[in-house]
């Protein structure tokens, strides 16, 4: 899960659905999916006419079944949407031809089997995942003390925290960590400000 959510970083608004597995059972029987709260949220009709993209780490993410799929689709063509599927590069456009459609298809059935044969190796990616989450909050206290100061830029910060040179850290992760940089940025003012009024009332 860890590694999807990193595939979608600072890709907007994130909507996920962590279901036991029995809800995700009864999902898959179901016609609608309905037990996928947040993605009807995301697939919800609008009545912008705007084009709108629809970022997904995996379509075995976003897609209980065939069936399914052609739902989706045409839930993400009445939005306007574009489906893009980041562990493949497949983008699916509003109302797709039927090579298109082919191909999501053949996504969807690669996705399950590399599920499936992932499973053993569960340990050692969670593993992984820990090393990776634990790195990423070191290279944030990287930054922590500037995090608040005017006189430093989030873009330099950003790059300060990356793990190397060219890749800075996203701002959403930097917010996780260390919270937002504008609300920092008020609480050192109130707090200088406090000091001050503090010093003139010794003053007097």
Known sequence: MERQRDMLDGLGSLYEDVLRKSKLEEARRSRT???LEQR???LAPTSRATPETIHVASL???VLSPMDLGRVLVAAAERNATVMVHDDGLVIPPNPTAEVVSKA???LDTAKRRAAGQLSGLKGYQV???NRVVDTARRAELIRNDWALRDHTTHDLLARAGRKPGQPMSYNTAVKLL??????QKKLDDHMAYLARKEANNEQ
Do not use: I
């Open 33 to 35: 999916g309905k037990q």
């Open 40 to 42: 009807a949220t995301l």
């Open 60 to 62: 075995v993410c976003f």
């Open 105 to 107: 298809l053949q996504s």
């Open 128 to 130: 992984s995942v820990a």
């Open 179 to 184: 919270g937002k940089r504008e609300r920092q």
